[in-house]
């Protein structure tokens, strides 16, 4: 592994571990419950995403999240903890992002969604395979973020349980 690489993956993983610990511990000046815009007076609740991206799939058994504001860009970072030791399906996936997608407001512009098992909280899950299975025309960007052009385009998928 070279130094490059080692770096890039500390930055990553200390950067994973903030947006957890921030998400968690309901930092208010993020906003845990309300997801505030800066520009104007608008919010929407958080409360309202957790219950839908829990209610998207059994196997969703927490979820926290924060937005950010870069530019005129609004990203939701979304951080769900999976039960079971299965890896994410796409369907689970895909249930997942439009629960978001549905109850965020159109200003988000990006949706940035990272998974970790309920018996290991601090292990970070591999979505790659769930990605892989999205439509072919979208284009997530790194792991899992998407936009919100790409996120219209997925359909719904009805709740189940674990697959």
């Not at 978001?100 to 292990?123: F, G, L, Q």
């Not at 025309?137 to 899992?144: L, R």
């Amino acid at each position: 592994m070279t130094l490059r690489t080692a770096r890039t993956r500390g930055v990553v993983v200390r950067l994973c571990i903030l947006l957890l610990a921030v998400s968690l511990s309901g930092c208010g000046a993020i906003g845990s419950l309300r997801g505030e815009d800066s520009r104007d007076s608008s919010t929407f609740e958080l409360q309202d995403l957790y219950d839908a991206v829990t209610a998207a799939d059994d196997r969703v058994t927490r979820a926290s999240a924060i937005v950010s504001t870069s530019g005129f860009s609004r990203t939701l970072s979304l951080v769900v903890i999976i039960d079971g030791e299965q890896t994410v399906s796409t369907s689970t996936l895909t249930a997942i992002l439009v629960a978001a997608r549905d109850t965020t407001p159109d200003k988000i512009a990006t949706i940035s969604v990272m998974a970790r098992e309920a018996t290991e909280e601090e292990r970070i899950m591999d979505l790659s395979d769930a990605v892989a299975g999205l439509p072919p025309d979208v284009t997530p960007i790194g792991a899992v973020t998407m936009t919100r052009t790409d996120l219209d385009k997925l359909s719904p998928v009805a709740p189940s349980g674990s697959e």
